[in-house]
């Protein structure tokens, strides 16, 4: 890599982006121009090396071109008119993996295959304390309940998953290059019965993957209409874009919202869900320590989220609504002009208390004080949170936007009001407060739902189905193919 010669395609706002996320990669390329179609920046220079219109392309002698922008299929069609060989294109994590396949870094120790278990293998994105990483170790824990060997890999994970996962007894395997596999991954993933590939955004893995074994793809994301990882995945993995390519994949959904989500780009491609299942925590009996009711929003603070809306809503109860009440928001808040709106907002009202991001051990002891979980978000396919608040018999308001709102009945088993509506939360609110001779009922009937959906046992049964329904449909499709 050091020596190779590089050039970029695009100077903005990704290129920086970049240039400080990894400064040690940056010191030791040998960069010999920029491109860039804003004529407004030809003949201008950044660090010393030129910024040229791509036409330049055909008088430079180079190795390697990074595309570095977030949408770059118009970038790659346009380098291919000019004439420049496709295998010297690249994106720009697809660049990082250089050097970096064949690399497996196993945590845990704890790998053992049984000639009479099925070995599965979970790829996901790098792990972290989001939503789908969670179902990925909740999924881990119900496949080896169920007597499978399970190994779980990622290009990356954070310091305290790794320990957790350990903890759990899941082998976890860090290969830097899994998300775009070569030879060397795929000689590796050759040796599992099956592989579950976790999330969209890993559409060019699941895709090269389910040509050498049986792959399940669970999926979770939101539209394109409050996320990008359907237009952004899309544009940057073009060539896997097409049902063709998807053909040897048994595709399921987290939720019927999910699973719509799909279906809008690739029509009635998805049949079935494959909803998650959460580990019972719940303790009957312990009693509160925290004097006040407590509405609490968990998640990380952004518009997707819509704390803004809770905030809104609570400055709608009148003082004695307010009166022996808080309200918490838990979750990591930078200082982006969302995040920022809503601190400010957050210290005009005495009742919020803004706790930051939490570990796994301080959130459990966060709930056992927290009466109404709600989340208010604008689209969520399930919702992690409101699944944990039914497990621990909670009250919980949730909008009709996420999955989850399937499962529930409006003041049966918990609330729903109309995503992005500040006037529909606050009347459910307004009504929790009113109708605490309501709490008990309502508190049970959550918990009757958790125990009827979203068990571990349930969770590892519904699995262990997928797999065989995967493995089955594979050896269909594939002799399908030969006839």
């Given at each position: 890599m050091i020596n190779e010669k590089i050039v970029f395609f695009g100077t903005g706002g990704k290129l920086k982006y970049e240039k400080e996320k990894h400064p040690e990669i940056f010191d030791h390329l040998n960069i010999v121009a920029y491109l860039d179609?804003?004529?407004?920046?030809?003949?201008?220079?950044l660090g010393?090396?030129?910024?040229?219109?791509?036409?330049?392309?055909?008088?430079?002698?180079?190795?390697?071109?990074?595309?570095?922008?977030?949408?770059?299929?118009?970038?790659?069609?346009?380098?291919?008119?000019?004439?420049?060989?496709?295998?010297?294109?690249?994106?720009w994590n697809e660049f990082l993996c250089a050097g970096r396949h064949g690399t497996f870094m196993e945590y845990g120790n704890q790998r053992s295959f049984h000639d009479d278990r099925k070995k599965v293998l979970m790829i996901s994105t790098d792990l972290n304390y989001n939503g789908g990483t969670i179902a990925v170790l909740y999924a881990a824990i119900?496949?080896?309940?169920?007597?499978?060997?399970?190994?779980?890999?990622?290009?990356?994970?954070?310091?305290?998953?790794?320990?957790?996962?350990?903890?759990q007894k899941i082998c976890?395997?860090?290969?830097?290059?899994?998300?775009?596999?070569?030879?060397?991954?795929?000689?590796?993933?050759?040796?599992?019965?099956?592989?579950?590939?976790?999330?969209f955004q890993m559409l060019r893995c699941a895709c090269i993957v389910s040509r050498v074994r049986p792959v399940l793809w669970w999926l979770h994301e939101s539209s394109s209409s409050y996320t990008r990882a359907y237009p952004l995945t899309r544009d940057n993995h073009w060539e896997y874009d097409n049902v063709?390519?998807?053909?040897?994949?048994?595709?399921?959904?987290?939720?019927?919202?999910?699973?719509?989500?799909?279906?809008?780009?690739?029509?009635?491609?998805?049949?079935?869900?494959?909803?998650?299942?959460i580990p019972d925590t719940y303790m009957p009996g312990k009693k509160k320590e925290h004097k006040k009711h407590v509405f609490a929003v968990i998640?990380?603070?952004?518009?997707?989220?819509?704390?803004?809306?809770?905030?809104?809503?609570?400055?709608?109860?009148?003082?004695?609504?307010?009166?022996?009440?808080?309200?918490?928001?838990?979750?990591?808040?930078?200082?982006?002009?969302?995040?920022?709106?809503?601190?400010?907002?957050?210290?005009?009202?005495?009742?919020?208390?803004?706790?930051?991001?939490?570990?796994?051990?301080?959130?459990?002891?966060?709930?056992?004080n927290i009466d109404i979980v709600v989340c208010p978000s604008l689209e969520e396919t399930m919702s992690l949170t409101i699944t944990e608040g039914m497990m621990l018999g909670k009250i919980c308001i949730t909008t009709d936007a996420t999955g989850i709102s399937d499962y529930m009945e409006d003041k049966v088993n918990g609330l729903i009001c109309k995503?992005?509506?500040?006037?529909?939360?606050?009347?459910?609110?307004?009504?929790?407060?009113?109708?605490?001779?309501?709490?008990?009922?309502?508190?049970?009937?959550?918990?009757?739902?958790?125990?009827?959906?979203?068990?571990?046992?349930?969770?590892?049964?519904?699995?262990?189905?997928?797999?065989?329904?995967t493995m089955h449909e594979n050896r269909g499709e594939r002799q399908g193919n030969l006839a």
């Open positions: 179609n804003n004529s407004a920046l030809h003949k201008k220079v010393g090396i030129p910024i040229l219109p791509p036409e330049e392309i055909c008088r430079l002698e180079y190795d390697k071109i990074i595309l570095m922008a977030d949408y770059v299929k118009e970038m790659w069609q346009q380098l291919m008119v000019l004439g420049v060989p496709s295998d010297k294109i690249f994106l119900a496949l080896m309940q169920q007597r499978y060997s399970v190994t779980v890999s990622a290009p990356g994970a954070e310091p305290k998953l790794i320990k957790e996962m350990g903890r976890l395997v860090i290969a830097p290059a899994i998300h775009f596999p070569q030879t060397e991954e795929i000689e590796w993933i050759s040796q599992f019965d099956i592989v579950i590939v976790n999330v063709d390519a998807m053909k040897y994949l048994h595709i399921m959904a987290v939720s019927v919202k999910a699973k719509e989500n799909f279906n809008h780009y690739y029509k009635s491609r998805i049949r079935e869900i494959l909803p998650y299942g998640g990380e603070v952004y518009q997707l989220k819509a704390q803004k809306i809770f905030l809104e809503a609570i400055s709608m109860l009148t003082e004695k609504e307010r009166n022996n009440v808080e309200f918490w928001l838990i979750g990591k808040c930078g200082n982006d002009p969302y995040a920022s709106e809503v601190k400010r907002k957050a210290r005009k009202i005495s009742e919020i208390k803004m706790l930051g991001e939490l570990t796994r051990d301080q959130m459990r002891a966060a709930y056992e995503a992005g509506s500040t006037d529909g939360l606050y009347l459910k609110m307004k009504w929790v407060l009113e109708n605490t001779d309501m709490w008990e009922q309502i508190r049970k009937q959550a918990r009757k739902t958790y125990e009827n959906h979203f068990t571990m046992e349930k969770f590892g049964i519904r699995l262990q189905k997928a797999i065989e329904d």
